[in-house]
């Protein structure tokens, strides 16, 4: 099974209903992989890695693993894992997807919450005091296909065809030697911006898929998830949308963002017949119907040109105290990754591409960011899941207001009790981090001075925060 032909680094594949003969032909000579045909959807499939690259995560003893999983024909989607710094053996097990839709996992890891951040010259690495893994084992994964180091046949074009993938890349993984000791650990599901349709969906599908294993109507590996985080979300466009008048005319701690006019034509474009609102209930009505597509995608370009774009005005949307010209945090990371020599230690077989066109077009053109994922948010809150929903306070695109009236929005059994749950500080060492409220297994927080990206403005709260959810508890004060 394992194959070794760099003498500095372990590079194993393993197989499953795969073919020998196509990996012989990739990788050189090797022993014989193990071949385990479970079903007929897990043909084409496989994992092939690199151990412990020495980039990034430099903490001694701490292993990482980077590589592809084929998810199927011509589909090579990318992750990046690190072994927790502290009780590897029992810490939890964490999956991180950035949003776009289409943008890379290695945003999170590289500018927020991953073991390393590049120099500013971009030739090398700093240990991240903060980073998740010193509580958690994490994976980032790169997907849709095309998105980030991921490499292939990309047909996602909406956020309920891209769960199967992922679904299908944690069967291989938990089907393989190397990362099979995680399924039974807790699994937390974290996640950003589009991350806000990503998660409801995602979870849900392997809810389901759980439910046909327990029936025995299919034979797979469970992926249970135990806590779902939310970082600045997009979960409901109508809210949202709605939200951004709300935050431009006063965003709480900060004032007016834009003048009186703007604001004007913001309340015109949202609530004049066949605006914005009108358009956005039109998609909702549409549902999926043939014609939904076209209404969907339709509503939101006009929502975009004519209520967000003029809400940000000026100012950088994933941080109202910043312009578009001077952004925090640097992306000093892709001159890192464009260096060949990270590139060939990782394991990397095409360029990296942080938010590439072809996959997000590919969901604007379905509408897909009009449509609502609320819903199914809200079962998952009332299943007693846990869940943190937070947002960063200086985020224009996904602001905590449009955030916060989209959780008081949802239907299950604790909504009145949140409704009347005040927002309370969060401290850390007497200073307040967050306004949270707390209504059993559900947590909403607004983390203050922080933009769109919170690990990346607040690290110390964000791991705290993230502790507290790996420890099960609600929100509080340290």
Known sequence: MFLNYLSHMSIASLLVGGSIAQAASHLGAFEAPHVEVRSQMFNDTGLRYVKNSGICETTPGVEQISGYIDVGTNMSM?????????????????????????????IGLFQEN?????????????????????????????????????????????????????????????????????????FIFGTESYGGYFGPSFVTYFDKQNALIASNAIEAE?????????????????????????????????????????????????????GCVDQIKACYAAGNSADSDQICD?????????????????????????????????????????????????????????????????????????????????????????????AGDADITCNWLGVHAAV??????????????????????GKPVAAIQNVDNFTFARVYESGHEVPAFQPQAALEMFTQVVRKEQLHSV
């Open 408 to 429: 008081l929005a949802m239907d299950w059994y604790g909504n009145e009790t949140l409704h009347n749950t005040p927002l309370t500080n969060m401290t850390i060492n």
């Open 78 to 106: 990318w992750f990046w894992f690190f072994e927790s710094r502290d009780s590897p053996e029992t810490a939890p097990f964490t999956l991180w997807l950035n949003g776009g839709p289409g943008c890379a996992s290695e």
């Open 298 to 390: 339709t509503a939101s370009t006009y929502c975009v040109n004519y209520v967000q774009t003029p809400a940000f005005g000026d100012r950088d949307g994933d941080d109202l105290r910043q312009n578009a010209s001077a952004l925090f945090p640097p992306e000093y990371y892709l001159n890192y990754l464009a260096n060949k020599q990270v590139l060939q230690k990782i394991g990397a077989e095409t360029e990296y591409l942080e938010c590439p066109d072809a996959p997000y077009e590919l969901f604007m053109a379905t509408g897909d960011n009009a449509r609502t994922w609320l819903p199914a948010l809200s079962t998952l809150a009332n299943s007693g899941l846990k869940m943190l929903i937070w």
């Open 222 to 274: 469970p992926v249970v998830v135990s806590a779902l985080m939310i970082n600045n979300g997009w979960y409901d466009p109508l809210i949202q949308h709605e939200a951004y008048l709300t935050f431009a005319t006063y965003a709480p701690g900060y004032g007016q963002l834009q003048l009186d006019d703007v604001l004007a034509n913001m309340t015109k474009a949202l609530y004049a017949p066949g």
């Open 114 to 186: 991953g073991p390393c951040h590049v120099t500013p010259d971009g030739n090398s690495t700093t240990i991240n005091p903060y980073s998740w893994n010193n509580v958690s084992n994490i994976i980032y994964i790169d997907q849709p296909i095309g998105t980030g180091f991921s490499y292939g046949t990309d047909t996602v074009n909406t956020t309920e065809a891209a769960a199967p993938f992922v679904w299908t890349a944690f069967q291989v993984l938990f089907e393989s030697q190397l990362f099979s000791k995680y399924q039974s650990r807790e």
